[in-house]
C-alpha cells in the first residue's frame, strides 16, 4: 500500500524556536495532505489542509501565521511551527487520500514536538 | 458540524471476553467510517473501513457495523487479548472520498490476564 513518511518522529525545542516536520509520499501522488495535531489524552484534530500548489485552507482557531503549511510539490508537504511555545507541544500527523476515490487516507507516523 | 462521540471512554476487561465499543456522528452523510488503534505515543493503524454503502466489515476478530441513518456505528472484538489493550478511534470522512476525517475522543481499553 501507499506509504506516507514523517520526520522527524520527535523533536524537543526551545521555546521560541522554529521547527520544521515535513511529511512525503514515498509511492504516490499527494495532491491534498491534511494535518491534524493530538494533545495528551485527547483525539486527533484537524489544524489544515493543503493541496498542491496553494495556499493551505486552516481551520478555525488556528493560527495560519504560526503554522505555516508548504506543498510545493505532489511528493512533500512541510508544517513549520514558528517561535513555538509549549503549548504547541503536541502529536503532528499528517494523512493524505488516496487518489482512485476508494476514500482511504495513508497516514504518517506522527511527530511528536515538546517545546521546553 | 459534524460531530463525533465514542462511548465508553474507558473499558477494562479480563481477557477472553467479547466487548462492544460505540460510535456514534451527528451529519448522517459521511462518505465512509473507520475504525483505528492507537498504543501509547505512536501513531495510528488502521482496522476497518465501511464505505456508507455497507452496513458492515469483518477482520479477524474484529466485526464493525455501520448504520448511516442512525449515526451509528459499532466495533466487536471477540476473545479479547492482553494485545487487544490501547486505543480505539473512531473516525467519519466527510461527503467525498478526499473529505477531511472527524474523530470521535477514543476508548482505551485494557484487557487484563
Known amino acids: 500500500g501507499a506509504v506516507v513518511s514523517q520526520h522527524p518522529s520527535w523533536v524537543i525545542c526551545k521555546s521560541g524556536t522554529s521547527v520544521k516536520i515535513e511529511c512525503r509520499s514515498l509511492?504516490?501522488?499527494?495532491?491534498?495532505m491534511f494535518w491534524y495535531r493530538q494533545f495528551p489524552k485527547q483525539s486527533l484534530m484537524l489544524m489544515a489542509t493543503?493541496?498542491?500548489?496553494?495556499?493551505?485552507?486552516?481551520e478555525q482557531g488556528v493560527e495560519k501565521d504560526k503554522f505555516l503549511i508548504n506543498h510545493a510539490s505532489l511528493t512533500l508537504s512541510t508544517l513549520t511551527v514558528t517561535s513555538a511555545h509549549p503549548e504547541d507541544s503536541s502529536f503532528y500527523i499528517c494523512t493524505s487520500p488516496d487518489s482512485e476515490g476508494l476514500g482511504t487516507q495513508y497516514f504518517g507516523p506522527g511527530t511528536r514536538l515538546t517545546v521546553l | 458540524k459534524q460531530e463525533v462521540t465514542q462511548i465508553p471512554a474507558a473499558l477494562s476487561v479480563p481477557e477472553g471476553e467479547n466487548l462492544v465499543l460505540n460510535c456514534s456522528f451527528t451529519?448522517?452523510?459521511?462518505?465512509?467510517l473507520q475504525w483505528f488503534r492507537q498504543d501509547p505515543g505512536k501513531g495510528l493503524t488502521s482496522l476497518l473501513l465501511?464505505?456508507?454503502?455497507?452496513r458492515e466489515q469483518t477482520s479477524g476478530r474484529l466485526n464493525a457495523s455501520l448504520d448511516k441513518s442512525s449515526g451509528r456505528s459499532t466495533l466487536y472484538i471477540a476473545a479479547s487479548q492482553p494485545g487487544d489493550s490501547a486505543t480505539y478511534l473512531c473516525a467519519v470522512t466527510g461527503g467525498t472520498s478526499y473529505g477531511k476525517l472527524t474523530f470521535g475522543q477514543g476508548t482505551i481499553l485494557t484487557v487484563h490476564p
Open positions: 451529519d448522517s452523510a459521511i462518505y465512509n
Open positions: 509511492d504516490f501522488q499527494a495532491t491534498t
Open positions: 493543503s493541496n498542491e500548489g496553494s495556499k493551505a485552507t486552516y
Open positions: 465501511i464505505q456508507s454503502s455497507q
